[in-house]
């Protein structure tokens, strides 16, 4: 009889022990697979979800100036030379090394002009933008899509005594209101948006602009390298990160990575220890048999072989089974842990990655193979005497 025909006919003879291991190796698969595919799709999920935050990186004209302002309230500020910055310009943004992580760029320009007997500030956009950038924006209407049309704030438009379809004339033009934001609390709702090129010829500033928003999705990227990085592109001007919310973004997805490493290391210590313990008592059990093969003439590396290869047959047996038991595992726990479409999150979990069942399957047999070096040494090590002295 080989050994392996030995390994299989103790597995079947020792129905419940092996029940035991398999149970141990399938369930900490199982969780391992889960936990990973639901790190997978739930990281995506709040990536999705954290980019609703908009832009996290200021690009603003250098200046030697101080700004006084206190609690929203500007006192003015003395400025000794403000630089310009053009719109060609910021596309130098896009040759920096992790240009991939930027989700939008958005040019903006500034200026104070007189409406309807008002001062307010005019605010030059790209549209196409604003959703990555502003999207806790609700309009009344629609954005503004040809140059003659401007999207007012909520406050603007109850000063202004203005609604959706009425005109706006602003210095020597007059605009249609095609939208009006729904309050916000932010300083949006106090200005006139207009598109970029619009409010760069009532401003007189054809080819500038104010400044610049990024929002760029910066979890495995380092925020302070890319602003390093954009400040280095355009060297007249002066880039920011919002801290707060670049921290947030990453916070969070380091706080759920850690919270899966760390329960998938508590389950694999556990399963190992439950094979150890398994095997340990399966050993003792077979004394009188182990007695007898060493007796016979096997050596202490064929006693080692068979407790491996039952290890192994049970770690197969268990890791394959663990990977279809947590894929059913993440499918059905998915729509707990994410907003949106659960089935579009499973997409970015684990099944679709190709190299999770080869990892299920060895993680099983690395643990089942591990926890069993103790036992296989300990029968290899029995004195074949003392064994058939029990029989």
Known sequence: MNLNAIAIANIKRRKAKAAFVLTGLLLAVATVVALLGLRQAVSFNMIHQLEQY???IVILPQSDSLALSYGGISLGGVSFDVRKI??????????IPYRQNIA????????????NDHD????????????????WWRIHGATPSHEDQVLLGAEAARLLGL???????????DLIVSGVLEPSGSQDDQLIFTPLPAAQ??????????????????????????????????????????QQVVESRMQA????????????????????????????????ERAAEIGVFRAIGYRRRHVMRIIFLEAGILALVGGALGYALGQVVMRLTLPLFTIGDAQAMHHHGGHGDPLLPVLAVGLSVAVGL?????????????????????I
Do not use: W
């Open 54 to 56: 908009g832009a996290n």
């Open 86 to 95: 053009h719109e060609e310009e910021l596309q130098q943004v896009y040759t």
């Open 104 to 115: 939008a760029l958005g040019p903006v320009v500034l200026g104070v002009v007189s409406a």
């Open 120 to 135: 307010v500030l005019l605010t030059g956009l790209d549209f196409e933008t604003t959703p990555v950038l502003k999207p």
């Open 163 to 173: 609604a959706s379809g009425d005109t706006l004339r602003i210095e020597n033009s």
């Open 201 to 242: 010829r009532i401003l007189g500033k054809e080819g500038q602009i104010s400044m610049a928003e990024v929002a760029a999705l910066c979890h495995g990227c380092p925020i302070d390298e890319m602003v390093a990085h954009i400040a280095m592109a355009l060297p007249n001007t002066q880039v920011m990160a919002i």
């Open 253 to 284: 997805m380091d706080h759920f990575e850690t919270f899966a490493y760390g329960v998938c290391g508590v389950v694999i210590v556990v399963s190992g220890l439950m094979v150890l313990v398994s095997m340990m008592g399966n050993v003792r």
């Open 370 to 390: 591990v926890a069993s070096v103790y036992p296989a040494l300990m029968a290899s090590r029995m004195d074949p005497n003392e064994a058939l002295r029990a």
